[in-house]
Every structure is written in structure tokens, then in C-alpha cells.
């Protein structure tokens, strides 16, 4: 919970407020008010266990995607760029981050679907999949948009194709402060993380 409150504190200060970011500020976009608190709802991973990303993770910031393994565009190249933006940190950056892929298409996406997808950018990235109302109702706890479509019919590529695409920074007490939109580069990413780990 302190190095929570530490991280919302610093970021605070690190925000920029015009839209090109000067060195030492802030790429992302701070949450206005208070942090998103992530719902409860509980998914399953790739190995078949029970989720609740609002438990906390052993990552001290774990960066959400909510997207679809057939997404043609933004879904990989908001994934490579993310993998892109991990490299680029120093390795005790590295073992502070997690990255968690949440599936906005649970009838095609079933975990050997996914976990072939994600181990495309890093295998230590983890997907989670449930019924579409469970992560929709997850996406609602943070501001995503996940499309639900009509009950007893498969969404259609349009309606897939509506998730947000924000990608959201979690700390380890289950609050979103800040996410980034998905023209950010792996070098603004990579940047922001920094910032965000380093005031231990």
C-alpha cells in the first residue's frame, strides 16, 4: 500500500499538462480525480487458474491490455510496442512489471489460442480470458469499453473491433492512476515506467 501511495503521489508531480512531454514528465494520462479501483470480477489464465486482478500481482506495476488474438491492427502493434518498451528497461526495471492481456473474445480466444499469441511478444506475458460480460464488466471498473453483443450470438468483426484501447497501468493495490493511449511509443512507454519505478 506505501509504495501505491508513493507511485500516485510521484506521478503527480511528473505529469505534463501540454501535449508534447517535456523531458522528465509524464506521458500517460493521469486519471482525473482518483484512480480507477479494478473490479473483482474473476477470469481464468492460460494454465486454467482463477484471476482477480484486484488480488494484486507480484509485479510492483502491471500494464492491462484488453484487445483480441484476431484483432488485424491496433491489438498487435499496441503488443509489440509494449514489448518493444520492456526491453528497452534496465533488468531490475524488468522484474518490476508485469504486462496482463485480457481477452475481449472468449469464444475464439481459449487459452491455447492465447497463450500461442502472447508468447509471440513474451512469454512472460499472461492472458486472461472469461465470459464476455465478466470482462466487460471488469473493462467498466476502468474506463474500457468492451462490446457484449447480442446474448446466444458471436460478435461480429465491428463489434470486436470497439474494445478501448487504452492501455492501463495497475499497481499492486488494485488502482489504475494513469494509462496511455495507443499512439504512445515503446520509448515513451519505457520512459514513463522508469519514472513510475524509480523512487523507491
Known amino acids: 500500500m506505501r509504495r501505491a501511495g508513493i507511485l500516485l503521489a510521484s506521478l503527480l508531480l511528473l505529469v505534463g499538462c501540454g501535449s508534447d512531454t ?3 514528465e509524464l506521458s500517460a494520462t493521469v486519471v482525473p480525480d482518483r484512480p480507477f479501483e479494478i473490479g473483482a470480477q474473476q477470469l481464468t489464465d492460460t494454465d486454467g487458474e482463477p484471476v ?3 488480488d494484486g500481482a507480484d509485479a510492483r506495476l502491471t500494464l492491462v491490455f484488453f484487445g483480441y488474438t484476431h484483432c488485424p491492427d491496433i491489438c498487435p502493434a499496441t503488443m509489440q510496442t509494449i514489448a518493444s518498451a520492456l526491453t528497452r528497461l534496465s533488468d ?3 522484474k518490476q512489471v508485469g504486462m496482463t492481456f485480457v481477452s475481449t473474445d472468449p469464444t475464439r480466444d481459449t487459452a491455447p489460442v492465447l497463450r500461442r499469441y502472447l508468447d509471440r511478444y513474451d512469454p512472460s506475458f499472461v492472458g486472461l480470458t472469461g465470459d464476455i460480460t ?3 464488466e471488469l473493462g467498466k471498473t476502468v474506463g474500457i469499453y468492451v462490446v457484449e453483443g447480442e446474448e446466444g450470438k458471436p460478435l461480429t468483426d465491428e463489434e470486436l473491433g470497439g474494445h478501448g484501447t487504452q492501455v492501463l497501468a495497475l499497481d499492486g ?5 494513469v494509462y496511455w493511449g495507443q499512439d504512445t511509443s515503446s520509448a515513451e512507454y519505457a520512459a514513463d515506467i522508469e ?3 524509480g523512487d523507491d
Request: aromatic share 0%; charged share 20%; hydrophobic share 45%.
Open 22 to 24: 517535456p523531458e522528465g
Open 52 to 54: 482477480s486482478l484486484a
Open 92 to 94: 531490475a526495471d524488468r
Open 134 to 136: 465478466t470482462v466487460a
Open 173 to 177: 493495490s488494485g488502482e489504475v492512476p
Open 195 to 197: 519514472m513510475l519505478l
